[in-house]
């Protein structure tokens, strides 16, 4: 099965900092990989979402941006973060080798302050 | 538009109890269901998969699904306090080069000992 790795599990940031959040898949190839964020005791808002390398699509306008480099690797970054950044951030996997549910990454807890 | 939806809860059983869950999406289509389990503060992790009408059982959950009526439901019988999480519904939606995975809000179930 997919293994997703992602980092830091926590991280605190002043406002107006830059953000790079990494995410690398093991286990598939041509997933597709997803961004989430998650307030507190809400459901997931998805943030971007890659079909491919280089390809990415934005569900919600912000100040985030996300990139693929690499077929397992997706990147989430912010060139200045706001206090409405703060939120649990997951990286998600689904489809490659046929499979379609999705495999999540242990999250990263962000706070701006 | 694709939408799943479940009801936020909260759900409280008592011990040993059967939860039951539910689950409504809006692709006819569908056709891979999915149903997550999240402690608060960790990221969701897959606990049944579901493709045909009927039901599939997995130890203590047994997960339904009615693609007539666009529904699927997640049983757990013998409820224990470790049951306590939200529970995700999802819903591959299918389509090629676009996000194919849709998520319900989830619903907050607390098993009182």
């Known amino acids: 099965s997919q293994t997703i790795h992602q980092w830091p599990a926590t991280l605190v940031q002043p406002v107006g900092s830059p953000l790079s959040l990494e995410c690398t898949v093991e286990g598939t190839s041509n997933p597709n990989l997803y961004w989430y964020r998650q307030a507190a005791g809400r459901g997931l808002q998805l943030l971007f979402y890659?079909?491919?390398?280089?390809?990415i699509s934005s569900e919600v306008p912000q100040n985030l941006s996300a990139s693929r480099p690499q077929d397992r690797q997706f990147i989430l970054s912010s060139k200045k973060l706001l206090l409405s950044d703060s939120g649990f951030y997951l990286c998600?996997?689904?489809?490659?080798?046929?499979?379609?549910?999705?495999?999540f990454g242990q999250g990263t807890r962000l706070t701006v302050v | 538009q694709k939408e799943v939806e479940q009801n936020s809860g909260p759900l409280s059983v008592p011990e040993g109890a059967i939860a039951s869950l539910n689950c409504t999406y809006s692709?006819?289509?569908?056709?891979?269901f999915f149903w997550y389990r999240q402690y608060s503060g960790k990221s969701p992790e897959l606990i049944m998969s579901i493709y045909s009408n009927g039901d599939k059982e997995d130890g203590r959950f047994t997960a339904q699904l009615n693609k007539a009526s666009q529904y699927v439901s997640l049983l757990i019988r013998d409820s224990q306090p470790s049951d306590s999480a939200t529970y995700l519904c999802?819903?591959?939606?299918?389509?090629?080069?676009?996000?194919?995975?849709?998520f319900g809000t989830g619903t907050r179930l607390t098993v009182i000992p």
């Open positions: 998600a996997s689904t489809g490659g080798s046929g499979r379609s549910e999705a495999f």
């Open positions: 890659s079909v491919g390398i280089g390809q």
């Open positions: 999802a819903v591959n939606m299918g389509q090629t080069g676009a996000n194919n995975l849709f």
């Open positions: 692709d006819r289509g569908s056709q891979s």
